[in-house]
């Protein structure tokens, strides 16, 4: 049993001291659903090995009671399965399976074109001492050598195309107040992990103002007493369309993509 009620999690942070890591992000969020109090060891990029005492080169890890546990997945897992008197992170296994899809679909939907419009603001925003580890490390992994300014050059013109293809996501949250029905649960908390992550580095907003998601990312952010309300956050919303960009999301009314009810055949008169 956690000692004093308290896990320590190991942090991936900016200079800000926000988190920058969506995969501590949904930890963070994971242990405070499980109601555990969390004793935050800081640190950024560089050092995770010295810090973790040599046990690991990546964030999240947490230590329980003297127990480590290594990876986010991993984590929820072992608190559900510590800790089952506690609210359940998962419901089973299907929800497990559509997860991993909804994490997948959510990465490669937003997480993955969002990094290519921020990933300079990413290394500026970054522990000094993180500086030339994350420009090396992102150009030679994940850019293919091109340079992180000429990688985020542009980004005026693609902001605009990531918030049509958030619609199925959309449209999900018009059904539903949280995705783990009228409770979060680790599907609501990895979901948000995504948009926490953005909301560490958006120099720029990536969504407009009116976006219908503001509604479930403010209670999301809310949760916990303010958790995703670090005062190094930038502001998800106020991205401004030009002429020509296509429309943000369907307005509510407007031919969302959903088949009606099956109400049966109207009596007969």
């Known amino acids: 049993m956690a000692a004093n009620n308290t896990i320590t999690l190991y942090d ?6 926000c988190t920058i890591s969506p995969f501590v992000w949904r930890t963070k969020y994971a242990l405070k659903h499980k109601g555990f109090d969390i004793d935050i060891v800081p640190g950024g990029f560089t050092g995770i090995k010295e810090r973790t005492g040599g046990r690991s080169e990546r964030v999240p890890c947490i230590v329980d009671d003297g127990h480590w546990v290594l990876d986010s997945w991993v984590i929820a897992e072992y608190l559900d399965e510590k800790y089952p008197d506690r609210p359940m992170l998962f419901e089973g296994p299907s929800m497990k399976a559509m997860l991993r899809f909804l994490d997948s679909w959510l990465w490669a939907t937003a997480i993955r074109p969002w990094f290519q419009c921020y990933i300079l603001d990413y290394h500026d925003l970054s522990l000094p001492q993180d500086h030339a580890y994350v420009r090396e ?26 918030p049509p293809t958030l619609e199925p996501f959309r449209q999900l ?64 919303f106020g991205l401004k369309l030009r002429e020509g960009d296509p429309e943000p999301f369907v307005k509510e009314g407007a031919g969302l993509n959903t088949a009606p009810v099956n109400k049966g055949a109207p009596a007969a008169r």
Request: proline fraction near 6%.
């Open 12 to 17: 991936l942070q900016l200079a800000s001291g």
């Open 137 to 162: 490390s992102r150009e030679r992994m994940f850019l293919q050598g091109r340079k992180l300014e000429d990688v985020q050059a542009g980004r005026e013109d693609r902001l605009p195309l990531v």
């Open 173 to 236: 949250l018009r059904e539903t107040k949280w995705l783990g029905g009228e409770t979060p649960n680790y599907a609501d908390y990895s979901a948000l992990a995504v948009f926490l992550w953005t909301a560490s580095v958006a120099k720029i907003p990536p969504l407009t103002e009116d976006d219908p998601l503001r509604d479930w990312l403010d209670r999301g952010f809310d949760l916990y007493g303010g958790l995703g309300r670090h005062p190094g956050m930038h502001t998800l």
